[in-house]
């Protein structure tokens, strides 16, 4: 069964919101894996306006399940994951203007960079995945880099209105899933998933882990964290 990976960043959003020490996204963490999540996703972004320091710090220690960190591929973020040692980095696109992470890595133009990094990860025996758009370049050039993983941006499927789109962005997801796995690349996907969208993506086979993040927190605010967890669970299975 596909997994879930649950990003729990929104919780230290609302926190950040009033600088206030609640919500924590830690006990959100254990919550999520209580219900279900097979791995906790925490990005900390270089201007820190959701995820602290001190909550990769706990994370580390409190996570059971699997902890992945997203961060951009810089020289600070890149001795902090040393230092922390998650069980996956997600190497992201960040631009401090925007709302989320918007587009996928551009790999192919930056292979040099991105072999160092990944190289420099993998040797303190880190696991390291790209976030890319689902185009047979970037996946090739993910390869190319030495990546384990690659995570496909499913961000334009979820946005997708009219069924053409729909089916044009599922298609491209589709063939770089095929493209991953004639690589050898271990495959995982996310941004925009929600309720509605996810289990088309769930039943590509080749996909190992789902992460998925405001969907889920913002039917926390509704439902409890731990009901919008097994909901997400109860849909991809
Ligand atoms: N994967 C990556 C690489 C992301 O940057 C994000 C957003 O932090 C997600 C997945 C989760 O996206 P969403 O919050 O839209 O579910």
Redesign the pocket.
């Known amino acids: 069964m596909t997994k879930l990976g649950v990003?729990v960043?929104?919780v230290a959003t609302v926190r950040e919101a009033r600088k206030t020490q609640y919500p924590d996204p830690v006990t959100a963490a254990a919550i999520a894996e209580l219900a279900g999540a097979d791995g906790i996703?925490v990005?900390l972004r270089e201007d820190r306006r959701h995820i602290q320091d001190r909550d990769l710090e706990i994370l580390r220690k409190t996570v059971e399940t699997k902890l992945n960190l997203?961060m951009a591929a810089t020289q600070d973020m890149i001795k902090i994951a040393l230092d922390i040692k998650p069980d996956m980095i997600?190497l992201?696109p960040e631009r401090r203007e925007e709302l989320?992470?918007e587009g996928g890595l551009e790999v192919g133009l930056n292979l040099e960079a991105f072999k160092k990094y990944v190289h420099l990860l993998q040797e303190a025996e880190l696991v390291v995945s790209l976030?890319i758009d689902p185009d047979l370049d970037q996946v090739k050039a993910a390869h190319r880099v030495g990546a384990d993983y690659i995570?496909i941006h499913t961000g334009r499927y979820s946005e997708a209105r009219s069924r053409a789109q729909v089916e044009e962005e599922f298609t491209k997801i589709l063939n770089a899933v095929k493209m991953a796995e004639k690589l050898g690349l271990g495959i995982n996907a996310?941004?925009?998933?929600n309720y509605r969208n996810v289990t088309r993506i769930a039943a590509i086979r080749e996909i190992e882990e789902l992460?998925?993040?405001?969907?889920i927190i913002a039917r926390a605010v509704l439902v409890g964290l731990e009901q919008a967890v097994r909901e997400m669970k109860e849909l991809i299975r």
């Open positions: 990003n960043d929104h996703i990005h997203e997600t992201v989320t992470t976030f995570e996310g941004h925009g998933l992460n998925i993040g405001h969907s």
